[in-house]
């Protein structure tokens, strides 16, 4: 509690001081002791992102409940509190106690987004440790990552001592006991780092040689460990993995401010250019007496209005409807809402919606991805363009009027046409919910469309991984064209940054000689990227110059053979699965979803296929 005071009596000089106060309701405060291993969990983003990120808060109750480590929290503060902090000295506090993060045991920090890493190195910094691992001394703490962005650890591999790769839930415990013993048997930390490398999901960059030729990886070795690969760590059956009910309620307005009820994991629609989609692989489910028995506890323990049934794809639990109309018949009556985190586009997903948001209809989302049938065979987005109408034609009859609509540019041997069907898209579901609205007797409001783009970004372990991405000159013009022909009463356009995508994707594919850069970067004042209002891109552009890289190096069209970064990690899914995707879709062949139809030869199921339990929603398994 040693900056407790001094940080409250400042705490007026900067905006959302609720951002660092802690003391929430549900946080859990334990005895500071020095027998017990302390982990400070690090979010490098805002607190509002931060108490919205599941992860951390299944990591943080989880360890928690263990007596002999305390798990306390750490987000990054916002400029003005760093400014603060810089100018009367008071280094980065967990929201707990209010110790320095210097004082823990280990440093874990979420990595969910490539443009955070900055803030990454600031966190460090402001903790008085050094960003680069071969500089720290022997008492600092071990610094750690994972998260959904592991699985292209390279760029950061010089700034993190050890990375968790895959879902934690049952092996960090047992991570956390074996590094406890091996502090108590007196090694020093690289005797450490060895040993704690023989464990199954585990990365420790610093063993590892890396040899380049130009802009290509040749390949890792090691003289300092036998494991080629590390093997990603999956929970095998969510039935029976810790999930927190006691979540902590923040003092202000947070991206997810409700229950949040993860209902599966995984997804199996193929879809080409979704990482998530192939690292998160095979789909899990949780049975409906479970998800009802976690939902009346977590309402009961935090007092939130509102239950989100979350996954990479909600509609595709196998039993959802049975469980909407469960989870309606619990909470109704307490005013308590049910909210689906994402839909398919069809009419089914519109009756469920209705089914969820009878009391307030609060806009639909519907993904097409691509303006066409043919790229979105391309890409593999099994929708057809019928499905689209009908389902906002549901919608509109049900009484919605908002409809948002999502896509992306840049996809693989994308030509404009496919752009002006992005447009013809839009105004079609405009026209139908205006004649609807016309010919309803009731009164509706307006009808509004809003079609939010994005730009396409190969990522890595995706059948596109070795596709080029856009330059920004192309990017601009197809957004000028949509943001041209997107005009009128009822349509609403939204893209992002093309230089801030282009920047995301020499990251997702780059490799360790990136690690300067980003240290670079961040010296010249970079922070907080992912917000449009404080990116930069002059700064990173000196910093790739300064360090004699070509950021289109890491975006170009890869070489069939080439050997990617990210491969010293095996996420189960079969190269060759990927590669035979990536050339299905020049001609646009579909693969099939394999849940429903045959087994497309990713090959994931094999690679965990000892004491694998795949649940459907009756809790019987698959």
């Not at 100018?87 to 967990?94: A, G, H, K």
């Not at 026209?431 to 009731?442: L, V």
């Not at 190969?458 to 601009?476: A, L």
């Amino acid at each position: 509690m040693q900056y407790k005071e001094k940080i409250n009596k400042n705490l007026h000089r900067i905006s959302n001081p609720e951002r660092y106060i802690g003391n929430e309701w549900n946080s859990v405060r334990k005895e500071w002791s020095p027998d017990k291993l302390k982990i400070a969990l690090a979010f490098p983003d805002v607190y509002e992102l931060a108490m919205s990120h599941l992860g951390l808060k299944i990591l943080y109750h989880l360890i928690n409940s263990e007596e002999e480590f305390i798990a306390e929290r750490v987000y990054a503060p916002w400029t003005d509190m760093e400014k603060l902090m810089r100018d009367i000295d008071i280094p980065l506090f967990t929201l707990e106690s209010y110790h320095e993060i210097k004082d823990f045991d280990l440093i874990g920090f979420t990595l969910q987004y490539e443009m955070s890493y900055t803030n990454i190195l600031n966190m460090l910094d402001l903790s008085g440790i050094s960003i680069y691992s071969c500089e720290r001394k022997e008492e600092a703490p071990l610094v750690i990552a994972g998260g959904a962005n592991v699985f292209n650890p390279e760029p950061i591999a010089d700034f993190i001592d050890l990375f968790f790769v895959g879902e934690a839930e049952d092996l960090i415990i047992p991570f956390l006991k074996k590094y406890q013993q091996l502090k108590d048997s007196f090694l020093n930390k690289k005797e450490i780092l060895v040993e704690l490398n023989k464990l199954s999901g585990i990365y420790v960059p610093s063993l590892y040689d890396v040899k380049y030729e130009d802009r290509k990886v040749l390949s890792y070795s090691s003289s300092k460990t036998d494991k080629e690969k590390v093997k990603k760590q999956l929970v095998k059956n969510l039935d029976q993995a810790f999930y927190p009910v006691n979540f902590i309620v923040p003092y202000k307005d947070t991206v997810h401010d409700r229950i949040v009820l993860e209902i599966s994991r995984g997804c199996t629609r193929s879809c080409r250019f979704c990482e998530a989609g192939m690292t998160y692989r095979p789909v899990r489910e949780r049975s409906i007496e479970r998800l009802v028995d976690l939902a009346e506890r977590a309402v009961d323990s935090t007092g939130f209005e509102e239950i989100s049934l979350t996954s990479l794809s909600t509609v595709d639990y196998i039993e959802i409807k049975k469980l909407v109309k469960e989870m309606n018949r619990r909470f109704s009556d307490r005013k308590i809402s049910i909210s689906l985190s994402s839909l398919r586009v069809d009419k089914f997903s519109v009756e469920l919606a209705e089914e969820v948001q009878k009391v307030r209809k609060t806009g639909l989302t519907f993904a097409p991805e691509a303006g066409t049938q043919r790229l979105r065979d391309v890409i593999n987005k099994n929708v057809d363009e019928q499905e689209l109408y009908s389902a906002a034609r549901a919608a509109f009859e049900s009484g919605w009027s908002k409809i948002k609509l999502y896509f992306m540019i840049g996809l693989p041997i994308e030509t404009m046409e496919d752009i002006e069907g992005i447009v013809r898209m839009a105004r079609k579901v405009l026209e139908i919910g205006r004649q609807i609205r016309r010919n309803t007797k009731k009164k509706m409001r307006q009808i509004e469309i809003s079609v939010s783009v994005s730009t396409f970004i190969p990522k890595p372990f995706t059948p596109f991984q070795w596709v080029k991405m856009d330059e920004v000159e192309e990017i601009i013009e197809k957004q000028n064209y949509l943001r041209d022909n997107l005009r009128g009463r009822g349509l609403n356009f939204s893209w992002n940054d093309p230089e801030l995508s282009r920047l995301e994707g020499v990251i997702a594919r780059g490799d360790r000689r990136l690690a300067p850069v980003i240290a670079d970067a961040w010296k010249k004042g970079s922070r907080f990227e992912g917000w449009n209002e404080l990116f930069n891109p002059r700064l990173w552009g000196e910093a790739f110059r300064e360090n004699d890289i070509n950021p289109k190096d890491y975006l170009c069209m890869r070489e069939d053979e080439e050997v990617f970064p990210w491969e010293i990690l095996d996420i189960g899914v079969s190269r060759d699965f990927l590669f035979k995707e990536y050339q299905k879709s020049f001609s646009g062949e579909r693969t099939a979803d394999c849940r429903f139809e045959s087994c497309t030869g990713c090959a994931v199921c094999d690679s965990f296929s000892a004491g694998l339990e795949l649940m459907s929603g009756d809790g019987n398994a698959l």
